[in-house]
T-cell receptor, first 109, second 114 residues
């Protein structure tokens, strides 16, 4: 089955800096890669996704890149704000959705 | 435009009791997924259902756990004879169409087994 690894497990940045979270997946047949943001006590919220026929997607301060050859994809958050602080999960879908272990992002004001 | 609804939000049970967790998908969605999240961990897939059908239960424990999604009403995740190790957050997600993509999550049910 699919195996998703996510790094780093924790990330602390100053407000205004950029944050990058990286994930790798094992099965080249996976074709959909969403990113979720989970705030304390809440369910995961979809923030951006990318399909295997696209290399990059951007939505305001958030962007995701996908390297199919290397089987890795990354989340980029620019101009970080304190409200970006949360746990971020990457996922990959083959037969079912497999999540990375999560990255706890802290943005210091 | 209600999102995915789950209830109860918090559930306390003693060992040996039964836990019933409910999930109402987003309007127009007929595909439901259940996930379990242990503290400080990611989400683990449990089961994927469509109306009246279990499509994939490869992530469900073999015993004590069952799920249904009847023609009418919410999806139910049922845990019989709960043990302390069942304490976790259980999330439901729903999607539209036959692809397992673009899943929207509910707020979760936090189960505590005493």
């Amino acid at each position: 089955g699919e195996n998703v690894e996510q790094h780093p497990s924790t990330l602390s940045v100053q407000e205004g800096d950029s944050a990058v979270i990286k994930c790798t997946y094992s099965d080249s047949a996976s074709n959909y890669f969403p990113w979720y943001k989970q705030e304390l006590g809440k369910g995961p919220q979809l923030i951006i996704d990318i399909r295997s026929n696209v290399g990059e997607k951007k939505d305001q301060r958030i962007a995701v890149t996908l390297n199919k050859t290397a089987k890795h994809f990354s989340l980029h958050i620019t101009e970080t704000q304190p409200e970006d602080s949360a746990v971020y999960f990457c996922a990959a879908i083959l037969n079912d959705m497999r999540f990375g272990a999560g990255t706890r992002l802290t943005v210091k004001p | 435009n209600a999102g995915v609804m789950q209830n109860p939000r918090h559930l306390v049970r003693r060992r040996g009791q039964e836990a019933r967790l409910r999930c109402s998908p987003m309007k127009g969605h007929s595909h439901v997924y259940w996930y379990r999240q242990l503290p400080e961990e990611g989400l683990k897939f449990m089961v994927y259902l469509q109306k009246e059908n279990i499509i994939d239960e490869s992530g469900m424990p073999k015993e004590r756990f069952s799920a249904e999604f009847p023609k009418e009403g919410p999806s139910i995740l049922r845990i019989q004879q709960v043990v302390r190790g069942d304490s976790a957050a259980y999330f439901c997600a729903s999607s539209h169409g036959q692809q397992k993509e673009t899943q929207y999550f509910g707020p979760g049910t936090r189960l505590l087994v005493l």
